[in-house]
Every structure is written in structure tokens, then in C-alpha cells.
């Protein structure tokens, strides 16, 4: 290590991890910075860095702990009765999901900053340079993890096409072309037949076949597409129905994402070979969040569109949600978040369980309350 000598007062090696404990500087900056200053020893560096598992962000500064407590993160299963008593202030059936997890493999989703020391850096939050995952993230990757619930068979699975819209809203410029032609706003029947299978396809990712087009195209009216809709996608349509049901306008979805923040960062060396050699001569460096690395994933679903329905129906929607959430969590545990998840990158495994309800929900077998 003779060559990393000019750091000895900001690094320490403990267990195979490089360990930052500079208290003047915001961790990534310090390290990355010097580097980019001394930029002969960045090769060596690169070299050195295979040996080690991974930086540790060091605990004993405030930036992890304070970033997490601004975004409302309640780190600790102990906390957990304040995220109670925060969800019973909130409208009936409110519920708050919180689990821990594991990275089974690394995580990463590249960040937008193109002044750094390696072509591939990982997303960090803007202020305090820790790396995260942001709540669109989630979202995002979960609600591509829903679609597979009912992606081979959407017929028989209408119920949870309709689950999806009220998780994750409604606001494509296909469901608002869609909404107003329903509504009477629009009387272009041909412009709102490609609107309805883009809605399908790539808003819901539902198979749009040869058979199901023709559908479509031939249809010739406005009642002829509430028949295709009552078929196909939702179960609360009727063909005297002159609204168009809630989950289908435009709206915002019930659930609110919270961010993840890790405390650790690593390197990862992808070498694409050459395939007439058979080898690599480009190697391309990856900053991740390394396996075992653990984090918390928090949200909060509020039904405030629920308002006007009777508490039967209500409870009956909220139940069907929280199932269908926690599947589809199930499937995102092993289909991966964040890039590269083709490589079996970002994969996780839950540790701890656990819902906050405000009024008497059934939990999914393998959640607990709060």
C-alpha cells in the first residue's frame, strides 16, 4: 500500500474493506477527488481494489443516519411503533409495508454525473453522496414486477389489472385519450383504437395477438369498445355503464415510495471478450453496492380516493392490494432492481416482514403487523 501512504490519515483497511474516516469531506469526493488530482496512481488503483470486498461508508458520521431520518425512514424494527401510530393518523385502511433486506448480488443504476473518476458510477443522493435507490425506482421496478402477475392470462386476472391502476395511477397520454373519448370529450374512434392497444401493451404489458387487433379495428363505436374493455381488461364495466370507472381515469396511485439508502460501495469488472480471440481486452468498471449489503424498503398506501365508498367495498379493495403487493415484492426479490439484472445483478433476499395497518386487514401468510 505503499503508493496510498498520501491517504493514511483517511483510510483504514479492517477485514478486507477499505474503511473512509475523514471528517472533513463528504466521503466519495474525498476519495474519488485525491484520485482524480493524482490520476498516474488510478490504474494501480484500479489493480489494488479487486482485493478488496468493498468501502464502508463509516457509520460514526452523521450524513447515513441524517439522510435516512430526512426522508422519513424509520431504520430499526423498534421504531416500527412510531410508523404505527404516523398510519393510524391516516385515512381507514391505510397501511405501511417495511421489511429489511439482503443483496444476494450487486446493485446498480447508473448515476447522471459525468465528471468522475470511473465511466460508470452508481446513483447517490444529490446532497450527501450516499448511495441509494430512488422511490421512482421502486416504483418502477415493482410495478414491472405486478405486470407479471397477470401478464400470460390478463382475462382471468382482471381484478388485479384494476389493483395495478389504483397502486400506481393512471396518467399516460394513452388512459387520458382513452378517458376522453369514454367521457364524450374526443370523437376520434380510429385516433382512440391505437390508444387502447398501446394502453394495453405497454401501460399494462399485456399480449396484444392478431385476434384481439382485429377486435379492436372492427369495433364501431363507443359501446363496442365498452364491450372490449369489459372483456379484456376491467370487471366493473357494464355495457349500460355510462362512466368510466375510477381506476381507468386519470389519477394518482394510492402508494408513496420511499427512497433506500446503502452504506457501502464496491467495484465490479465486467470484460466483454473478443470473439474470435476469446479475450477481453476492455475491461469496463462498475461501482455497486456489493452483496450482503443490507436495506430497508418502506412505503405507505393511502387510499384517499376511497372516500365515497362504502367500507365494505373499501376494505375489500385495500385487502386485495396489500395481497398483490407483497406477491409482486416476492417476484421483484428475484427478478432483481436497478440495472444490469439480466446478469443476476440486484436480486435480494427479505429478512423481516412487517405491516402497519390502520383497521382489521387479513395479512398475507409471511407478514406480520407492526
Known amino acids: 500500500m505503499a503508493k496510498f501512504d498520501i491517504y493514511a490519515d483517511k483510510i483504514n483497511i479492517d477485514n478486507d474493506n477499505l474503511i473512509f474516516t475523514h471528517e472533513n469531506e463528504k466521503f466519495l469526493n474525498l476519495f474519488y477527488g485525491n484520485l482524480y488530482k493524482k490520476s498516474k ?41 412510531k410508523l404505527q401510530s404516523y398510519v393510524e393518523k391516516l385515512p381507514k385502511y391505510s397501511f405501511a409495508i417495511w421489511f429489511k433486506f439482503e443483496l444476494e448480488a450487486p446493485y446498480f443504476s447508473k448515476d447522471d454525473d459525468e465528471f468522475y473518476i470511473i465511466q460508470n458510477p452508481i446513483l ?41 391502476l389504483r397502486i400506481f395511477g ?3 397520454d394513452s388512459i387520458k385519450a382513452l378517458e376522453n373519448y369514454i367521457l364524450g370529450k374526443s370523437k376520434d374512434l380510429e385516433g382512440i383504437k391505437n390508444k387502447l392497444l398501446e394502453f394495453m401493451l405497454f401501460e399494462l404489458g399485456i399480449k396484444v395477438n392478431k385476434d384481439l387487433i382485429n377486435e379492436v379495428n ?14 379484456k381488461i376491467s370487471s366493473k364495466l ?26 457501502k460501495l464496491s467495484l465490479e469488472i465486467i470484460n ?72 443476476g445483478w440486484g436480486r435480494f433476499s427479505i429478512e423481516t416482514k412487517k405491516v402497519c395497518v390502520n383497521g ?11
Not at 298 to 317: A, R, T
Open 170 to 172: 393512471a396518467g399516460s
Open 41 to 81: 496512481i488510478l490504474n494501480d488503483f484500479k489493480k489494488r481494489i479487486r482485493f478488496y470486498k468493498s468501502f464502508v461508508i463509516n457509520e460514526d458520521k452523521n450524513d447515513f443516519k441524517t439522510i435516512q431520518k430526512i426522508s422519513g425512514i424509520y431504520k430499526k424494527e423498534d421504531d416500527l411503533n
Open 218 to 231: 372492427n369495433a364501431k363505436d363507443k359501446n363496442e369498445l365498452f364491450k372490449i374493455l369489459k372483456d
Open 124 to 164: 447517490k443522493e444529490t446532497n450527501f453522496k450516499v448511495p441509494m435507490v430512488r422511490g421512482s425506482g421502486w416504483k418502477g421496478a415493482l410495478a414491472s414486477a405486478f405486470r407479471e402477475l397477470f401478464k400470460e392470462d390478463f382475462e382471468s386476472n382482471k381484478d388485479k389489472i384494476e389493483s395495478f
Open 272 to 343: 466483454p471478450h473478443d470473439r474470435r480471440k476469446r479475450a477481453g481486452t476492455n475491461p469496463i468498471h462498475y461501482e455497486v453496492v456489493p452483496k450482503e449489503t443490507e436495506g430497508i424498503f418502506q412505503l405507505i398506501y393511502i387510499p384517499f380516493d376511497g372516500v365515497l365508498k362504502s367500507d365494505e367495498d373499501l376494505k375489500k379493495e385495500v385487502s386485495q392490494d396489500l395481497n398483490n403487493l407483497c406477491e409482486a415484492i416476492e417476484k421483484l426479490s428475484e427478478q432483481g432492481i436497478g440495472a444490469k439484472t439480466k446478469l
Open 360 to 370: 382489521e386487514l387479513e395479512l398475507p401468510e409471511g407478514w406480520e403487523k407492526c
Open 238 to 263: 357494464t355495457e349500460k355503464q355510462k362512466e368510466f370507472p375510477l381506476e381507468f381515469q386519470t389519477h394518482k396511485g394510492r402508494a408513496i415510495f420511499y427512497p433506500t439508502y446503502f452504506d
